[in-house]
């Protein structure tokens, strides 16, 4: 997967579409990603210890990798991630500057 936790992401499709936020979890299995309050949803809670009246919960759910875009923290610009081998070992950089993300 070309984004990590901790990069910083635009949303391009969906309900939030045009919002930004950092990743907070990455899912490799399922290609997706949590970003904090960004794609939430309101789940009911019965009675438990926690709740002990229950009610209704507001609760952030992963996005599909293929709805974000990694911002360039050099640049600012929305970019497409691009991968450069130095010595052995390989770093992602952004495709329109060119400088290591």
Not at 34 to 57: A, D, F, S
Not at 68 to 90: A, N, Y
């Amino acid at each position: 997967m070309k984004i990590k936790k901790g990069d910083k992401v635009k949303v391009i499709a969906g309900k939030d579409k045009g919002r930004e936020a950092v990743i907070d979890r990455v899912y490799e299995k399922s290609q997706q990603v949590l970003l904090p309050k960004i794609n939430i949803y309101k789940k009911h809670i019965k009675k438990n210890e926690k709740m002990p009246q229950g009610g209704v919960v507001e609760v952030p759910r992963p996005l599909d990798v293929a709805k974000v875009i990694l911002v360039c923290s050099k640049c600012g610009k929305t970019t497409r991630v691009g991968f450069v081998i130095e010595k052995t070992k390989k770093f992602r950089i952004c495709k329109k500057c060119h400088s290591r993300i």
